[in-house]
């Protein structure tokens, strides 16, 4: 069977970081990655997801043993030598030589921008597939001359203008893509430092819950959660070394790769997903990582770019999703506060009911009272005129003994 074509398409995530080792344990939680060193030198960890490998991490050379942690993007090249040097002779800076490894041919560039780069040829490559949980699925270049950073890797890789997308102060937002699948994204670079990068995007199920995982493993949240069109989400992180990557979901509905993950509204439901997310065998323990020269992420430096419609949104500060949290406790406490003072509001309202009905038994009291009195009135004024009745007989009975008495 003729294997597919790989010029253009993405094929491999390498961190670069002082301890491989202890941030296995990060990507583990946050993307679900297996991680194992790799069979022919330990010091190589590799990463898969249920799809297959997907990336590796290894520590600097001695020559820049000083350099922060990064994330290196492979793009495919059907010829590495042949692409190495279409890549030098329209502007690259040469960052390591093409060799052989184990599982193919590499080499690693920086783009006339400075963005780093590496190319690479694998001996097997997998067909595309539905993306799932883990996979990559979105590069994005970030570059001080969009135009020019594209026609670039246009002529060296042969991508292809998807889209161009409208952001108005903040300029075009460009998707490329192979063959008619979008694979990625440019746009302007909008902070001055750490200059220009690649930007990688992984699947999650849950973002909210991936980006606490890392936040509780000691990863940072640079920016967002945020909507994107389409109905996706997605958020930029660090993660303990200080190394950048970003996290996509997708809507709720089934992920796969009819749709990208950052397109615009007229775009999304016809785009393809980008393949990046297809397994391919690690490009080799003997990989030497880029040297110091080369232009690296710097996340402790600067955010990622501001929130644009079709791509992630550089990080605004991490310290101000951390104040976040304190403005929770805050709130927390605000509403203990006013129960406890409920509490006393409640006595003082009864005290006055029981004053209240104080005040409402006393004038029964006094009724009663003065029924009691008016009934003896009623009484006393009953014998008086009892008392004025015989009265009236006796002094009638005299009248009427006088008057016989006369006769």
Not at 89 to 117: N, T, W
Not at 128 to 153: I, M, N, R, S
Not at 320 to 332: D, E, G, H, L, R
Not at 348 to 362: G, H, I, Q, R
Request: charged share 20%; proline share 10%; glycine share 8%.
């Amino acid at each position: 069977m003729a294997q597919p074509n790989i010029q253009g398409r993405f094929f491999w995530q390498e961190l670069l970081c002082a301890d491989p080792a202890a941030v296995t344990a990060f990507y583990g939680r946050v993307l679900g990655w297996r991680a194992q060193p790799a069979a022919s030198d330990p010091s190589y960890m590799t990463f898969a997801s249920r799809s297959g490998p997907v990336g590796g991490a290894m520590a600097p050379g001695a020559e820049q043993k000083d350099a922060p942690s990064h994330w290196l993007a492979y793009i495919g090249a059907e010829d590495v030598d042949a692409t190495l040097a279409a890549a030098v002779r329209l502007g690259a800076k040469l960052v390591q030589p093409a060799a052989d490894i184990e599982q193919g041919r590499y080499a690693v560039l920086a783009d006339p921008q400075g963005a780093s780069f590496g190319i690479y040829k694998p001996k097997q490559v997998a067909a595309d597939h539905p993306v799932q949980a883990g996979d990559h699925c979105w590069l994005e270049l970030a570059t001080t001359d969009l135009e020019a950073a594209f026609k670039f890797y246009q002529e060296v890789f042969g991508w292809q203008v998807i889209q161009r997308m409208d952001m108005g102060a903040q300029g075009t937002y460009l998707i490329f893509g192979v063959a008619g699948t979008p694979r990625g994204g440019v746009m302007k670079l909008t902070h001055p430092a750490p200059g220009p990068y690649w930007l990688c995007y992984s699947e999650v199920a849950d973002l909210d819950k991936a980006i606490a995982a890392a936040q509780k493993s000691g990863g940072r949240l640079l920016n967002g959660p945020m909507p994107v069109p389409g109905g996706a989400r997605i958020a930029q992180l660090a993660d303990p070394n200080g190394a950048v990557f970003a996290l996509h979901t997708q809507a709720k509905v089934s992920v796969s790769s009819t749709s990208a993950p950052t397109a615009s509204p007229s775009s999304t439901s016809s785009a393809k997903s980008p393949a990046s997310a297809s397994p391919a065998p690690p490009p080799a323990t003997a990989l030497k990582a880029p040297p110091a020269k080369v232009p690296t992420l710097e996340p402790a430096k600067a955010a990622a770019p501001k929130p644009v419609p079709a791509a992630p949104a550089a990080a605004p500060a991490a310290p101000a999703k951390a104040a976040s949290k304190p403005a929770a406790k805050k709130v927390v406490v605000k509403k203990a506060a006013v129960k406890k003072a409920a509490a006393p509001k409640k006595k003082k309202t009864a005290a006055p009911k029981k004053k209240a009905a104080a005040k409402k038994s006393k004038p029964k009291k006094k009724v009663a009272a003065k029924k009691k009195a008016a009934a003896k009135r009623k009484v006393a004024k009953k014998k008086v005129a009892k008392k004025a009745k015989r009265g009236a007989k006796r002094s009638s009975s005299r009248k009427a003994g006088k008057a016989r008495r006369k006769k």
